[in-house]
T-cell receptor, first 114, second 111 residues
Framework: GAVVSQHPSWVICKSGTSVKIECRSL??????MFWYRQFPKQSLMLMAT?????????EQGVEKDKFLINHASLTLSTLTVTSAHPEDSSFYIC??????????FGEGSRLTVL | GNSVTQMEGPVTLSEEAFLTINCTYT??????LFWYVQYPGEGLQLLLK?????DKGSNKGFEATYRKETTSFHLEKGSVQVSDSAVYFC??????????FGKGTTLSVSS
């Protein structure tokens, strides 16, 4: 089946630094990618919708200047957490939509900010 | 707004026991409904789905029926295995759009 890969799968950084997470669709072109955030024992919360070649659409309450999303190609979207703080520690998951509308999820990236 | 509510876990069962994980939804119109499974250390995988009322999704012995009258999509399996231990997420949404997820239910099956 279709595969979506996230990298890194886990990252630890110091407070104030920026971290980039990549989401790649390995064997299909993804016109749209979604970024979710998951807190322990909580649901996945949609952060933003990313369309190739255009600006991402952020959900209410998500700071677009803090969570920079770039969807430069049909197989790659990146999420950059800028000036990370401990409260940004979370599990970030991307989902890619194939041309026939199916959704495929990455393995997730666990961010820990010290 | 739209939402998905699923039973809180953890659910602890013995092998070969019957499993039910309840899921209800609120939505405008009639969304598609999904069950995703997340095995330890892995990403979410689609387990089954149903796109309209009375549809039954099934996969790997799991079943769920889209009930419009009760706005439910309960997950069932007649005989669970240790390998079914995972976190199960109920979700709703339109095809190709971002999904709305429940909080997830952890299932632990012991031999």
């Amino acid at each position: 089946g279709a595969v979506v890969s996230q990298h890194p799968s886990w990252v630890i950084c110091k407070s104030g630094t920026s971290v980039k997470i990549e989401c790649r669709s390995l064997d299909f072109q993804a016109t749209t990618m979604f970024w979710y955030r998951q807190f322990p024992k909580q649901s996945l919360m949609l952060m933003a919708t990313s369309n190739e070649g255009s600006k991402a659409t952020y959900e209410q309450g998500v700071e677009k200047d803090k969570f920079l999303i770039n969807h430069a190609s049909l197989t790659l979207s990146t999420l950059t957490v800028t000036s990370a703080h401990p409260e940004d520690s979370s599990f970030y998951i991307c989902s890619a939509k194939s041309r026939d509308g199916e959704l495929f999820f990455g393995e997730g990236s666990r961010l820990t900010v010290l | 707004g739209n939402s998905v509510t699923q039973m809180e876990g953890p659910v602890t069962l013995s092998e070969e026991a019957f499993l039910t994980i309840n899921c209800t939804y609120t939505a405008t119109g009639y969304p598609s409904l999904f069950w995703y499974v997340q095995y330890p250390g892995e990403g979410l995988q689609l387990l089954l789905k149903a796109t309209k009322a009375d549809d039954k999704g099934s996969n790997k012995g799991f079943e769920a029926t889209y009930r419009k009258e009760t706005t439910s999509f309960h997950l069932e399996k007649g005989s669970v295995q240790v390998s079914d231990s995972a976190v199960y997420f109920c979700a709703s949404g339109r095809a190709g759009t971002a999904l709305i997820f429940g909080k997830g239910t952890t299932l632990s099956v012991s031999s």
